[in-house]
């Protein structure tokens, strides 16, 4: 064929091929990449949500009351258990999750799933259990990235898992398809129609690519156990000499059927602090007030990179430690670090901060490619007025999910304000409400004309955000004067957040309202064939 | 031949070609990255948990790669035969491993 | 130090845009061979800053980081300071 290998064609066709391979992996699942992504950037303020979405709680000031305080409850209402489980909140939590394990009756099948609402309580700041309304707070849109809703969470994880790997692709190939990488970074031209869509895309995704591919590819690996099983085929015949050498658990003890009171928690608290190096996380008592007890605990992954943090076990009744987790192998670490990566918890106030504003860039970067597909099919329509069906479908699917799924997030926080306090099942109802409006959302966007669609949904969304605080403000004690007062930054940040995000629409929906596209200026020729809209600038 | 059946035969010669990629991408892809994190988890120096962890990590890499392969190959079917003999290898040193005990 | 990183990184930033063709016009007519190497030079030192400051685990992620606030602020303000 004698083509010159590395340079010329070659390397041109390479290019376009990598370009061709970017467009449609990031198009196929680049709805379910944006809610993913828009809902994990969310989650990275969690617990601040936690606490927003239960305005009656007070702030956490002693983190160990609570705990002594949980302890205190579980021993009234599970004296008996299985086993007891105590998050140690810090002082932005709402509150400390506690769950329990009911003792199995001889005959009786154990209650499966998490979260059965008879064997939790939320357990505040001052101790005792809250009568918060009933709510998921902002865990919802930490599960809803990976879980989805509506689906068991094998399927959902799947199609996540597969999202990741499209999108890692896309990443890979968005980078492989520059030929000058900073030039296209750094330049951004206004008003240039399909020119300043790729330059935006180009921005968003170059400014925090270091975040975009380690947030893509590690969480394919919070997900490897499920996606990519295989070198546990190949080396064990019982995959759970595997996770016992991952996941290390101290030693299973039968019950001794002896009532005995359990020891003291505080001490074992700084004990373990010192002996773990850091804070204790997680408060774990296997056979409660009983001969047999055990008492674990683990250190927080606040406190450190790698999301495998060590644990130490106690004996319940005399409190001398029992068990220690071995150190963990380099593989076991570096995974754990790629873990702890993507959930972020290791980071402070400001590093929170810089997650949350990647994740925003990320989600700019998934949209704005959305957006880019149409703009550039659009000029090179063969008839404007009558655009392929195919065409029709990416414009009306990118308003319902890039206006759409936002709008469904603020929906699910005005459910969490409006719906009735003492409503039967009110957790899912706000849920419920979410998926309702986002469906009709949704609908609308289907058969309204998509310019005025999305100038009227991205002012909706502004709007809804806007309204958020000002609610706060009138109908709640934690309106934003209140918690500057009282310096409580947690809620004051996150109103802010709300009425900053709510600006940033409303300048994005006055933008689409002032946009007037420019005449067409050529009339519809026969395009060059090897014209390349990708190819970067001029 | 006329030039109308040409331009058809040209299209369907591109569907073929594009659904060749597709497999080799796809299917493809996952299969030669399972197949080398068999292989790898097997060969790679160090204990068992460090082995197989690390092949995994690895894996997601080979998966990326191979899609983009499938695309950059000079043709759908050099992309599909290419990859099918990258993932034999991978199979064939993981089965001999295996067949040959030591690990599991 | 973290500011000494800050620094460092803007700069990096800085030197890189000013080296591509869409931003040479900033600064007088000169050989701009050199502004790339030290751009680059730029940024090892702004990730030798953060790991100083920050410790061998959180020093890189906080410098690159860092890198990614610097080349924000550097596209913002090149390109909206234009005309």
Known sequence: MGVDRFRGTDMKGFRQSQSTLHTWSGLLLGWILFAVFVAGTAAYWREALNRWTRPELAQIEQPERVVSGAVAYLTKRAPD?????????????????????????????????????????????????????????????????????????????????????????????GIVTHKKIFRDFFTLRRGKGQRSWLDGHNASAVLALPFHLMITYTGLVTLMAMLMPWAVVANYTDETKLFAAVFPQAPVVERAERVVPLTPIAPLLRDAERELGGPV??????????????????????????????????????????????????????????????????????????YFLCGIAGSIMVASGLVL?????????????????????????????????????????????????????????????MFVGWGIVFAYALVRQPNRAWVELLGLLAGLLLAL????????????????????????????TLAGLGAGFAFAAWRVHRFRPKARRRAVREMPVSSNAWAPAE | MTSADRATDVRWRRHGDNLLRLIAAVPGGYAVASLWAMALARILPGDRVAATITATLIAFVVCAVAVMWAYAARSGWRALWTLTIAGGIGGAIAWASIASGGRI | MILLALIAAVAALSLLALATDRHRDRLRPHNRRWLRPAGWAMVVAALAAAIVGWGPVYGPIGGIGLLMLAAGANLLVLNLTRR
């Open chain 1, 469 to 496: 605080p000002l609610y706060n403000l009138v109908a709640l004690p934690t309106g934003l004067v209140a918690t500057i007062l009282r310096g409580d930054w947690v809620l004051a940040g996150a109103d802010l």
């Open chain 1, 81 to 173: 258990a299985q086993s007891w489980f105590i998050p140690v909140p810090t002082t932005e939590s709402a509150g400390s999750q506690v769950f329990w394990q009911p003792q199995v009756e001889k005959g009786e099948e154990r209650r499966r799933g998490r979260g059965r609402r008879d064997t939790q309580a939320l357990i505040g700041a001052d101790g005792q259990a809250v009568t918060a309304r009933e709510t998921r707070g902002g865990d919802f849109f930490y599960r809803f990235h990976f879980d989805l809703h509506y689906m068991p969470v094998f399927w959902a994880r799947w199609i996540v898992g597969i999202a990741a790997m499209f999108m890692l692709v896309a990443i890979l190939t």
């Open chain 1, 281 to 354: 996380g997680y408060v774990g008592v296997t056979n409660p007030n009983d001969a047999a007890a055990r008492i674990t605990m683990t250190r927080a992954g606040t406190s450190m990179l790698s999301a495998r943090t060590p644990s130490i076990a106690y004996d319940g009744v005399t409190g001398r430690e029992v068990w220690r987790a071995p150190a963990p192998d380099g593989a076991t670490v570096t995974q754990g670090a790629m873990v702890g990566l993507h959930a972020g918890r290791f980071g402070d106030f400001g590093i929170r901060w810089l």
């Open chain 1, 373 to 433: 597909w149409t703009v550039k099919r659009r000029e090179r329509l063969p008839d404007p007025a009558r655009p392929p069906f195919g065409f029709r479908m990416v414009e009306r699917l990118n308003i319902g999910f890039v206006a759409g799924f936002p709008i469904a997030m603020t929906l699910y926080l005005w459910a969490n304000r409006l719906l009735p306090l003492g409503m039967e099942r009110r957790a899912d109802g706000e849920i419920n409400a």
